[in-house]
């Protein structure tokens, strides 16, 4: 039991294995071995009847005789899979494998000379071992889902190398005591176990009451595997990348057979000679698959390890063309059986885990045995034609073989891509695949025809359709508008006649002042000061004492909109400004202002004020913006913004960006701080590494500095990674990913990235190490009874927040993410990892695992794994992670040290309560904080530790 109980923790140890899954993953590798070893009993038997009745001759014509059978037999296989449950379909062919080797054996030992017949063994042989172990890998995908499958499918696969081995040594052992024919029933007996242990399997682990009812109808019924493989990217690439591997193997496997026929006549020698070097491929495969395979596929993912293959039968071809020795071939065979049958064959399982089951149930063993079978057809139709037609050397298949990898490697790379995709697809992670075929195209007119379509649009068009049209006129002025434009003065919309008016401005066709001054008695505003604006342009006589006659007018929208049209007419032109005394008008308004008492008349008067002020950038007058940066009235603080940054004075940045904070004058003080230009940033950077503003207010610095979306944006958000406050971090890591992808152009280095996703993890990492460190703290003191309930509730409170800072520096990690991939592929992975169902997450982990670099995935995917369990830390999180347990001191020095306020002041609050004077250089640490209220807490701590005895 002793012994027992130490392979068994081994086993866990060794091949990562969980205990609930041992048995299953037992019964699966001996399932596999047993079949395997069938396999490797029969088929050297078979083979060496077959080569010395009919020799190597006749092997093209038996690939092709084999794709014809299997085209057949597909047809009645489908037939089958629609009729009975999956299960019965295993069992019925297992039985029927059975009673094949008995026949088979029996007629054999009858000493007849088949001749011909011997095809119809070999042909079985061929079917036999692609059919039972495609139907394997089917169950197996039933047990275990996509991350188990990575963990075990190649502990599983290693029962297969193993019944090779045994399969290949029994068999030439075998052959020097009995009869080859005699195999056969050695054979049968081998297989006759494998059909109660897929029994068991399917009772056990698939048959529940979670899984799919097995008699529910298929999905897909009347359906043919072609016409489903044909519509699946996926399925279409897996069958091609395995019908040309199929046709290289077969190459590969003619020059190997043909070149050990040449040279051993004896049928016996010959059967011993294929057996051994079955078994000798069989041991490399098994060394491979136990010690490499798991590290390749990990670290290449499944796309990539598909390569190692055929660039190794690339190479030895090459070779073989230069050397023509039975050595070369043997060594290719090598690279063919044992990469074949571990890294190739794990990675091409996985790659139909995203397919939906009844899906994979139709065209699985479709693609393993009928394009198997069909490869292997086109391969003989290659060997007839080049080595019967025309007489080739066999040798000479080598370079047929280079073309055909050449082709073969060009489809794993976009079967790569595509099985990528399926999991995007799975996540849900593109919602609108087909929102672009929706969508009506865009059609380019003429330019005649552009003009045409604007004035049907203002004769024609509804009032957002013309104001629409009237801002793109705006930004390009056209003469040939101008009659169209001047129609609108007669709209009935005031918006419409204050945007024409607006585009009038700009064009010189006609004086239309005559017909718009009646404008300037319209109650709106916003129409009266288009309409000032306007005369004053285009009126060149007695300007001066018509719009004295304005400004002194009764009418205080008259008034207000002279005093704005001025202003903005007047902009830059310090002539104009003289002669129209305009810091006079300017001062009146403001005493008129200063004695009112009437609240709203000073409400509307106070923002026309500043808006003259903010046009004409009268620095006499800049007082009253500053002043009114401190007003309560937040609609007067949206004006004073933005007559502010009309001035680009440096005196209100810090008063602009007082505003950020606030909700309601957010937006208009990201637009002032951008007005100011490039310039600003450095200043603006430079304060917030100095926590200059207040934290609310740094939290929208980083929306600020992107809406430059310059690289000089770029340098600067780098910057306020690394030593800000996580709030403002968050920010600056989603505005550096909306800039990476938003404007190609500006540069974002990936290595910097890397670098600080690993920090990250890194940081998460200390994060689960230190919540770890305190639950063993607070366990130990409890059992010494040395610790009080105030630093319980100190200790807890900690916790609390380390807790939430675990979720946080998740999603940090997945924001830097973000800017190294495709938001739109990265964005929803975390959410599902944390709240998705079991199987979303697992499809969610797999995606990352397959594009994300080796580096990162080595850091990030067991975090996310760990991710599952909610911040429990169990052992096994401890164990995958690597988890250091800290000290007391150690514990609180690394969280000290973090940019994080909260942290701090909860680490300074649980030192404070632990009365220990072993903790004053600790706190000493922190004296000198950027952050005041940090060092305030700091000096009160080491006070009260100081008063202890």
Excluded at 786 to 810: S, W
Aim: charged share 20%; proline share 3%.
């Amino acid at each position: 039991m002793r012994l027992l109980k130490r392979v068994k923790t081994y086993l866990l140890k060794v091949f990562d294995l969980n205990e609930d899954e041992l048995q299953k993953t037992l019964l699966l590798q001996l399932n596999i071995f047993l079949l395997i070893t069938t396999l490797l009993v029969v088929k050297p038997t078979i083979n060496s009847l077959f080569l010395s009745t009919l020799t190597a001759n006749a092997l093209p014509l038996a690939y092709i005789l084999t794709a014809i059978s299997a085209v057949i037999g597909s047809y009645f296989y489908d037939r089958f899979l629609e009729r009975f449950p999956l299960n019965k379909v295993i069992e019925l062919t297992i039985l029927g494998c059975l009673a094949s080797l008995i026949i088979f054996g029996i007629t054999l030992n009858i000493n007849v000379d088949l001749g011909y017949l011997l095809y119809i063994p070999y042909i079985w042989v061929a079917i036999y071992g692609l059919l039972t172990t495609s139907q394997f890998w089917i169950l197996a995908n039933l047990v275990y889902n996509i991350r188990e499958a990575k963990r075990v499918f190649g502990f599983i696969g290693a029962g297969a190398i193993a019944g090779g081995i045994f399969g290949g040594y029994l068999t030439s052992l075998l052959t020097r005591f009995i009869d080859s024919e005699n195999l056969l029933f050695v054979a049968a007996f081998l297989l006759f176990f494998c059909l109660p242990i897929t029994r068991y399997i399917w009772k056990k682990n698939v048959s529940k009451p979670e899984f799919v009812p097995l008699k529910q109808k298929p999905v897909y019924k009347g359906e043919s595997p072609l016409k489903l493989i044909r519509q699946s990217k996926l399925l279409s690439l897996m069958a091609l990348v395995i019908g040309v591997s199929v046709m290289v193997a077969k190459l590969v496997d003619y020059q190997y057979s043909h070149f050990a026929s040449e040279l051993i006549v004896n049928p016996e020698d010959l059967t011993s000679f294929f057996g051994f070097w079955f078994s000798t491929l069989s041991v490399v495969s098994l060394l491979i698959q136990l010690f490499l395979t798991k590290r390749i596929v990990g670290t290449f993912g499944v796309g990539k390890s598909l390569l190692w293959l055929p660039t190794g039968i690339l190479l030895g071809s090459m070779l073989l063309l230069f050397v023509p020795e039975l050595g070369v071939i043997v060594f290719i065979k090598i690279i063919d059986g044992s990469l074949k049958q571990s890294v190739n064959k794990s990675a091409t399982e996985l790659l139909s885990i995203p397919i939906p089951i009844d899906l994979k149930k139709k065209t699985k063993t479709f693609i393993d045995v009928v394009v198997d079978s069909i490869a292997t057809g086109l391969a003989g139709i290659i060997l007839i034609f080049f080595i019967n037609g025309l007489n080739i050397h066999s040798i000479y298949v080598s370079i047929i073989t280079i073309l055909l990898i050449i082709v073969w490697i060009f489809l794993i790379f976009k079967l790569r891509l595509s099985y990528i995709n399926a999991f995007k697809n799975l996540l849900d992670t593109s919602g609108s695949k087909d929102i672009d075929k929706s969508k009506p195209k865009k059609i380019v007119l003429p330019v005649t025809s552009i003009i045409s379509s604007i004035k049907d649009v203002f004769e024609h068009g509804s009032e957002n359709q013309i104001l629409h049209m009237l801002q793109r006129t705006l930004e390009s002025p056209d003469e040939r508008l101008f009659l169209a434009t001047k129609a609108l003065l007669k709209h009935e919309s005031v918006k419409v006649k204050s945007l024409a008016i607006e585009n009038l401005y700009y064009l010189k066709t006609e004086d239309l002042s005559d017909q718009i001054e009646p404008f300037i008695y319209n109650p709106d505003q916003e129409l009266t000061t288009n309409a000032f604006q306007y005369l004053i342009h285009k009126r060149k006589k007695d300007t001066l004492n018509l719009f004295e006659s304005y400004l002194n007018s009764t009418d205080e929208s008259i008034k207000n909109a002279t005093l704005i049209g001025l202003s903005l007419e007047l902009n830059n032109n310090p002539i104009l400004q003289e002669r129209f005394n305009f810091n006079r008008w300017l001062q009146i308004a403001i005493d008129e202002w200063s004695i009112s008492s009437d609240t709203e008349y000073k409400t509307v008067k106070i923002k026309i004020i500043l808006d003259a002020i903010g046009n004409i950038h009268a620095k006499a007058f800049y007082y009253m913006i500053g002043n009114q940066l401190q007003n309560t009235n937040l609609s007067i603080v949206n004006v004073a913004i933005k007559n502010a940054a009309k001035t680009k004075s440096n005196l209100f940045l810090d008063a602009i960006v007082s505003w950020l904070s606030k909700k309601e004058t957010r937006t208009q003080a990201i637009k002032a701080l951008h007005s100011y230009d490039e310039h600003i940033i450095d200043e603006l950077i430079d304060k917030t590494l100095k926590e200059y503003y207040d934290l609310d207010d740094m939290f929208v610095i980083p929306t600020v500095i992107e809406s430059f979306a310059s690289q000089k944006a770029i340098n600067a958000l780098l910057k306020l990674i690394d030593t800000t406050e996580h709030s403002v971090t968050i920010e600056a890591i989603d505005s550096l990913k909306r800039l990476k992808w938003n404007y190609p152009t500006l540069k974002v280095k990936d290595a910097f990235i890397v670098d600080k996703i690993l920090d990250e993890c890194q940081v998460y990492q200390t994060t689960l190490s230190s919540i770890h460190s305190q639950i063993i703290i607070n366990f130990k003191e409890r059992i010494n009874h040395v610790n009080t309930q105030a630093e319980d509730e100190a200790r807890n409170g900690l916790m609390h927040i380390l807790e939430q800072r675990l979720d946080r520096q998740l999603r940090r990690i997945f924001k830097f993410l973000g800017i190294k991939y495709p938001p739109n592929e990265i964005d929803p992975i975390l959410d599902i990892i944390i709240n998705g169902e079991e199987e979303q997450r697992i499809n969610a982990i797999e995606f990352l695992d397959n594009i994300l670099d080796y580096h990162l995935k080595r850091e990030l995917i067991p975090i996310a794994e760990s991710a599952f369990i909610n911040n429990d830390i169990s052992y096994d999180i401890i164990k995958k992670l690597n988890l250091k347990v800290y000290s007391e001191s150690e514990c609180y020095k690394i969280l000290l040290q973090r940019h994080d306020i909260k942290i701090k002041h909860a680490v300074l609050y649980l030192i404070e309560k632990t009365n220990k004077k072993t903790f004053i250089p600790l706190v000493q640490m922190v004296l000198n904080d950027t952050s005041k209220s940090i060092r305030n807490q700091a000096q009160q701590t080491l006070d009260v530790l100081k008063q202890l005895p």
